[in-house]
């Protein structure tokens, strides 16, 4: 089981929902989160380096998979997410965590059955 | 260590903090998320399969904790967090994820003791 | 690669950028968190114990980084964070959480040049 975290442009997520969905990925979850990254922004000197750093909206989705789910996973987020073919700077990074467990309120049930 | 994520009702949320109390589990961090699952929402058909898609508002607790707090406060959480005895669909998720280490910012103490 | 989660003061955000851009740390997600602890807040008898849970607002950091960043980023934080020299209750955590893979989403860079 892996712990799937990715941080998308808020404009993106209905059609990641829609590619997760064409890949059987049902539940996530989702939060509203700020990036900060390089691209634009205020700009700060610092020893005689010049670099940028900005605040922007961004989106984290949480989703816990089993194994065979991670691949599809990923490529259906990439593919919703990319700004065309070419992709523009800013259009978000995914984290694969190792998950030990999963469990469900409801059932108590455990383990990959429990995703 | 293990820092354990739990997705739950927010009508929980006082529930879930006093179970976890009653097993000396006292830090915490809370968080607004928002779930999608499959119960209710809005319906969309794809390859003639119709399903359901919904938003809801949930609590993310996020609870790091040593190894001997680990099924405790699975527990405390699923006893506290379910509907009844029977539970509701809904009621949440709990994921349990490897914690390498944990640093207390006051004193510079690490591992398990600044848990 | 390690996924660096802070919990920190509001109050210290600022620094705290600015202390992991000085150590080349650029790219971070950013969150409004509630955080509970021991120190301030509503005051509960239980088992003939007294004890005190609070809410406070915090801040989560949550930052990507290469192993050879992983102390230098530490070290950030905790200069950035800590109220003075001696520190003050409720400063904050740090969690080193171990991370398998990050991806790219413009590029499909894959791995620590992706992070
Ligand atoms: N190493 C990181 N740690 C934590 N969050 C990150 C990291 N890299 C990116 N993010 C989050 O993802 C958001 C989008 O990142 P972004 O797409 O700008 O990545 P990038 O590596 O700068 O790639 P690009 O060159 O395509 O912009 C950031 O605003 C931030 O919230
Ligand atoms: N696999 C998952 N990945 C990420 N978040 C999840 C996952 N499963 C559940 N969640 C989160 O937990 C919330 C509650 O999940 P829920 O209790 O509906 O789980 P479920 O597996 O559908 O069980 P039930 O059949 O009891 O409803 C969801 O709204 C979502 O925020
Ligand atoms: N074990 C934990 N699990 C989850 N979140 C935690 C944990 N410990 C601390 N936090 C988060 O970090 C915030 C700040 O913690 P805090 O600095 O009060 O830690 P502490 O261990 O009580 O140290 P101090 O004695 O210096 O107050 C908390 O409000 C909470 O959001
Ligand atoms: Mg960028
Ligand atoms: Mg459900
Ligand atoms: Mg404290």
Known sequence: MKLIIAIIQPTKLEAVKLALSK???????????????RQKGFTEVYRGHEFT???LR?????????EDF??????????AARSGPEGAIGDGK?????????IRIRTGERGPEAI
């Open 58 to 66: 961004k989106i984290e989705l949480q989703i816990a998979v089993n």
């Open 53 to 55: 750093v900005n605040l």
């Open 94 to 102: 995914i984290f694969i965590l190792p998950l030990d467990d999963c």
């Open 23 to 37: 890949v059987e990925v049902y539940r996530l979850t989702v939060m509203d989160v700020q990036g900060f990254g």
């Open 70 to 79: 991670v691949e599809p996973t990923i490529n259906a987020v990439i593919d």
